[in-house]
């Protein structure tokens, strides 16, 4: 089992900038690819953000590139998400996973061990 703890969520206006971090217990996950995933109130959760296990691949949705910036360091079992330039739309939880099948970054099915996930308000 892996648990899985994000952090560094808040309110912040637009324009601004967050760090979210998803660290792992347990079974690390540090051999596996890792992503974020968010969901607004009524919408289905979305791809954000995925890493490869050695930090050599990474992947973006198209309406965070350019903006969101992930990262992993596993000397500390975390993943990070730098997020700039924030914009109203992206409220959401998010939340961070690891992938255990190999497919195509947004296929949430090919992910396990969800953290609870940390909530990310932009004010207008």
């Known amino acids: 089992q892996v648990q899985l703890v994000e952090s560094g969520g808040g309110l912040v206006q637009a324009g601004g900038s967050l760090r979210l971090s998803c660290t792992a217990s347990?079974?690390?996950?540090?051999?596996?690819?890792w992503a974020w995933f968010r969901q607004a109130p009524e919408k289905e959760r979305e791809f954000v953000s995925g890493?490869?296990?050695?930090?050599?691949?990474?992947s973006y949705a198209d309406s965070v590139k350019g903006r969101f910036t992930i990262s992993r360091d596993h000397t500390k079992n975390a993943v990070y998400l730098q997020m700039t330039s924030l914009k109203p739309e992206d409220t959401a939880v998010y939340s961070c996973?690891?992938?255990?099948?190999?497919?195509?970054?947004?296929?949430?099915?090919?992910?396990?061990?969800w953290g609870q996930g940390t909530q990310v308000t932009v004010s207008s």
């Open positions: 996973a690891v992938k255990m099948r190999s497919g195509n970054w947004d296929r949430a099915t090919l992910y396990a061990y």
């Open positions: 890493i490869s296990w050695n930090a050599g691949s990474t």
């Open positions: 347990g079974r690390t996950g540090s051999n596996y690819p």
